[in-house]
């Protein structure tokens, strides 16, 4: 695959990863089962992507990189807190927003 194709398969799996983390704190328990399945599917597809643009820059495994993993690691559990610490839902949202704003800024710093 071309950068490009991962790059636009990355990005639109972001915005759908922390749509649906945002949308399983507000919604009701009945939709649990269809939004982990949805996150899921776009966790899975931003490390696959992540990993294949690192392979296709050859750039190894860089610091920031390591970060972004942690990163991921994080926004990845979020949306089965959300679900099952509702009483944490604002504590949870401020983390996920640290998260996202950490990783997107790894992407333009790179500091290591």
């Known amino acids: 695959m071309s950068l490009n194709t991962y790059l ?3 990005l639109s799996s ?8 945002f949308y399983a704190f507000a919604a009701p328990s009945e939709t649990r089962k269809r939004v982990m399945m949805i996150t899921g599917v776009a966790t899975l ?3 696959v992507t992540g990993f294949g643009m690192l392979h296709r820059l050859q750039l190894g495994f ?3 990189a390591i970060v972004k993993l942690v990163c ?11 679900y099952r610490r509702r009483a ?8 996920t927003f640290v998260l996202a704003i950490t990783a997107v800024a ?3 710093v790179r500091p290591f």
């Open 106 to 108: 790894m992407v333009f």
């Open 72 to 82: 991921w690691l994080g926004l990845s559990a979020m949306g089965g807190l959300a």
């Open 8 to 10: 636009v398969l990355h």
């Open 45 to 47: 597809l931003i490390l």
């Open 88 to 95: 944490q839902a604002d504590l949870f949202m401020m983390i």
């Open 62 to 64: 860089p610091g920031w």
């Open 14 to 21: 972001i915005i759908v990863l922390l749509g649906y983390t």
